[in-house]
């Protein structure tokens, strides 16, 4: 498991997990391999300055297994991680901290999403209570994790953009869905 941590604001007591490819960047089915891949949805990045406003820590919870596949080279993997965050505060928003799985498949490990790995490290790393704290993504593997971890899982269904929703297979069907990040934190932290 890959981490990187940020230091948190203070005052904060409130946090969410996202995913990165397909909740804060367009994703793509060839992996996103440098930082000419990667590009924001504008709604993420007001939906994180709208976070960060309200002090609520996020933290990315993303599976990366083009890394141990040999398709995203070490050294580009960081520099995408440092652009995003550079353009997410240059947007008013922050990240409290990120964890990536850089796991193939078939290594079975305890971190790669749908297992909790991920989830539970930053569990430990922060007082973060699962049963109150969401976790949003686009895909099976995130709500299941969210299950996992006994977090609450909020689907993002970005098929009106023509983007294909992956079929969903073992997930309870317990969960919101939105359009876009900005609707569902929106949702969830409205005070």
Not at 124 to 131: D, L, M, R
Request: aromatic share 10%; hydrophobic share 40%; proline share 5%.
């Amino acid at each position: 498991m890959l981490t990187w941590i940020n230091s948190p604001p203070s005052g904060g007591d409130r946090y969410l997990f996202v995913d990165r490819d397909g909740v804060i960047n367009v994703d793509d089915d060839a992996y996103i391999k440098t930082v000419d891949d990667y590009g924001f949805y504008a709604e993420a990045l007001e939906a994180l300055a709208w976070l960060k406003a309200r002090r609520v820590g996020v933290i990315v919870i993303s599976n990366q297994s083009g890394l141990n596949r040999g398709i995203i080279a070490w050294d580009d993997f960081w520099a995408i991680h440092e652009s995003m965050v550079r353009g997410i505060r240059e947007a008013g928003g922050d990240l409290l901290a990120a964890y990536y799985c850089p796991h193939r498949p078939d290594e079975g490990c305890s971190c790669r999403k749908p297992a909790p790995g991920m989830i539970l490290a930053a569990c430990n790393t922060y007082p973060i209570t699962p049963e109150t704290t969401y976790m949003i993504g686009d895909r099976t593997s995130d709500l299941l994790a969210a299950e996992n971890a006994g977090c609450r899982g909020v689907l993002l269904d970005r098929s009106a953009d023509g983007t294909e929703l992956a079929p969903f297979e073992g997930a309870d069907g317990s969960f919101d869905r939105f359009p876009g990040l900005l609707e569902a934190v929106h949702s969830i932290f409205s005070d």
